[in-house]
């Protein structure tokens, strides 16, 4: 039923972890209104062995050292212990749907809460999946409210969204993730850890973030659909870049997708524009306030990703590039202090093995960004790629609880060869509803 198939739509990402039995939402008819509810909760320890050394740059204008070797504060232990979410934090995500002349609609909203303290996260209206909080006593959690979308369509039209969602560059890579109900790259900052994980962002693909977007999808052509939308530009994290003061156009992104028996691809491409501000004039690492003015600049992504089922096995190859857009998540390192460009580019490749109620998986992922001229000279020590690999084990123990092991090595090195390494260890347990 074209209702059924909507109310539940907000289910899907629990419905594609693969790691467990796909989630089966908790419905409760009212006339002609279908109330969903539907979550997980999941809790991981998590031991890392990390690199010390000077602290670790996660954005700006001109990023020294590397990204994500192990901790975004400076220097910590060799050895660390963190009790924490994974990569999928806990949620909890409502639907309301019905059908009414003809056409199907639906709201959903998708709160997602951690586990550790972080009252400062992100200084006081930061991000508490980026930035770790102060763990002391008396201390609480954040809730993050990544999803308040609507959907309308209907066999005939398609389907429009409207609201805040998942983006399309990025979301299959990491929906298909088999690190996605446990932890992966588990290393950020591991001493005081932020509400998620890194999985494979930044080590394999860039995170697909939530946009506050509208959205047009095809009706199904014979397993082929496409999605056209624009949503909400974002402010760069890397200077030159003028804060808060808005764009002419939105920002634009696209998918071409075609599925069939066990298996799909899909191509997603993604471009905004990003306000240009001051810059490094005379290339001493420090923006010059007042002394020069760049041109906005546009920024462009692409991904392709190509998922097959061969009875117990899975496999998913992924890869994308981008020019201006940044590694790790949007806009991250993306410009030079002279407000040029960095391309980036990278790609996952996974193979899971699944036996009765054990699941296996290995999958290795990589993430470069290049340097520009001006850092060629100047920021000789510009971070060059992230790699990882990832073993893991998910077993199965009930329909709706998963017990979840995982060994994760992850590689961070700079233009000037410098390596920053880590290793975890993560044992945990990933509740579905």
């Avoid at 609480?140 to 409210?145: A, E, G, P």
């Avoid at 959907?151 to 399309?168: E, I, M, Y």
């Avoid at 491409?269 to 490094?280: K, M, P, S």
């Avoid at 005379?282 to 600049?297: C, N």
Wanted: charged share 15%; hydrophobic share 35%.
């Amino acid at each position: 039923m074209r209702l059924r198939k909507l109310a539940l739509s907000a289910a899907g990402s629990m419905a594609l972890i693969g790691a467990m039995p796909a989630a089966q939402a908790i419905d409760m008819e009212a006339g002609d209104w279908t109330f969903s509810v539907n979550g997980n909760v999941n809790a991981n320890y998590v031991y890392s062995s990390c690199d010390t050394g000077a602290p670790i740059s996660f954005g700006g204008a001109i990023a020294g050292t590397v990204v994500g070797a192990c901790n975004i504060n400076g220097p910590i232990d060799d050895d660390v212990s963190s009790v924490r979410t994974g990569l999928l934090p806990a949620a909890l995500v409502f639907t309301a749907a019905t059908q009414q002349n003809g056409w199907d609609i639906s709201g959903t909203f998708g709160l997602y809460p951690g586990i550790v303290t972080n009252d400062d996260a992100g200084g006081g209206g930061g991000s508490p999946n980026l930035a770790p909080g102060n763990n002391v006593g008396l201390g609480s959690t954040s809730l993050d409210i990544r999803q308040v979308f609507l959907k309308f369509g209907n066999a005939d039209f398609g389907t429009v969204k409207a609201g805040r969602d998942f983006g399309l560059f990025g979301y299959d890579a990491i929906i298909n993730d088999m690190t996605i109900p446990a932890v992966g790259v588990g290393t950020l900052a591991v001493g005081s850890p932020g509400n998620t994980t890194l999985g494979s962002i930044g080590f394999g693909y860039i995170y697909t973030d939530t946009l506050s977007q509208i959205n047009y999808t095809t009706p199904d052509m014979g397993g082929f659909t496409a999605t056209a939308g624009v949503f909400q530009t974002i402010d760069s994290l890397s200077s030159p870049s003028t804060v808060g003061v808005g764009e002419s156009l939105p920002g634009f992104h696209g998918q071409l997708r075609y599925e069939w028996d066990g298996a799909f691809v899909s191509l997603n491409a993604v471009t905004l524009e990003v306000d240009g501000n001051d810059v490094d004039t005379d290339g001493d690492g420090v923006i010059d306030a007042g002394t020069q003015i760049v041109d906005d600049e546009r920024v462009y992504g692409v991904d392709l990703n190509y998922k097959q089922n061969l009875g117990a096995i899975d496999f998913l190859i992924s890869g994308y590039y981008t020019e201006g857009l940044g590694s790790v998540a949007y806009l991250f390192d993306s410009f030079d202090g002279q407000g040029d460009k960095r391309d980036s580019y990278g790609g996952l490749a996974q193979v899971t093995y699944t036996a009765g109620k054990n699941k296996f998986g290995l999958n290795y992922g990589v993430s470069y960004l290049d340097q520009t001229d001006f850092d060629e000279t100047n920021v000789p020590d510009l971070f060059e790629s992230n790699q990882k690999v990832t073993a893991g084990y998910y077993y199965s123990l009930t329909p709706n609880l998963t017990l979840t092991a995982e060994y994760s090595y992850a590689e961070s090195q700079n233009h000037q060869d410098d390596e920053y390494d880590a290793n975890n260890v993560n044992v945990g347990a990933f509740f579905a509803f």
